[in-house]
């Protein structure tokens, strides 16, 4: 018979080994942190590391990547970005010299869009950034563009 042993996490202390039989049934390894420890200590690895790509087993413990928080912020400041560019683009019109927007409205408009590509600079975390990203097109703006 051919096994797959499936570390599966909670957190970083409460794990648990899962011995799978491949193209069957799976059952759970009974263990605590000392039976996990001594079974890879027997020389034993996983096959398949799930629960949180930021976990790793280092000498039989799990152990979190000291990147996970950067690496998380990255990936939300770059969806912060691929929204921004969008509210960019949806608003390009505003700027055109044949908007129908008055000038008031256009200067409203402008100060906007430079808030959009400011916002890397205006706010250290993604989060209070995605706020802003939020808060939508000034609400005295009164036209929308036309769709012909």
């Known amino acids: 018979m051919t096994y ?55 000498d ?14 990255k990936e939300a400041w770059d969806i912060v970005r691929q929204k921004r560019n969008e509210l960019l683009k949806e608003t390009d019109w505003t700027q055109l010299t044949d908007s129908p927007l008055s000038n008031k409205d256009k200067k409203v408009m402008a100060s906007y869009r430079q808030s959009l590509r400011n916002l890397s600079q205006s706010y250290s975390l993604s989060k209070d950034a995605s706020v802003k990203l939020n808060e939508g097109i000034p609400a005295t703006i009164t036209h929308t563009k036309n769709v012909t």
Do not use: M
């Not at 069957?24 to 009974?30: A, D, H, Q, T």
């Open 4 to 58: 797959k042993y499936i570390f599966v996490y909670s957190d970083e202390v409460n794990y648990r080994v899962i011995q799978q039989y491949v193209g069957g049934e799976s059952r759970i390894v009974p263990n605590d942190s000392k039976d996990i420890a001594e079974w890879i200590a027997s020389g034993n690895k996983p096959d398949v590391v799930s629960g949180d790509r930021f976990v790793t087993i280092e």
């Open 60 to 73: 039989g413990k799990p152990v979190v990547d000291s990147k996970k928080s950067e690496t998380l912020e």
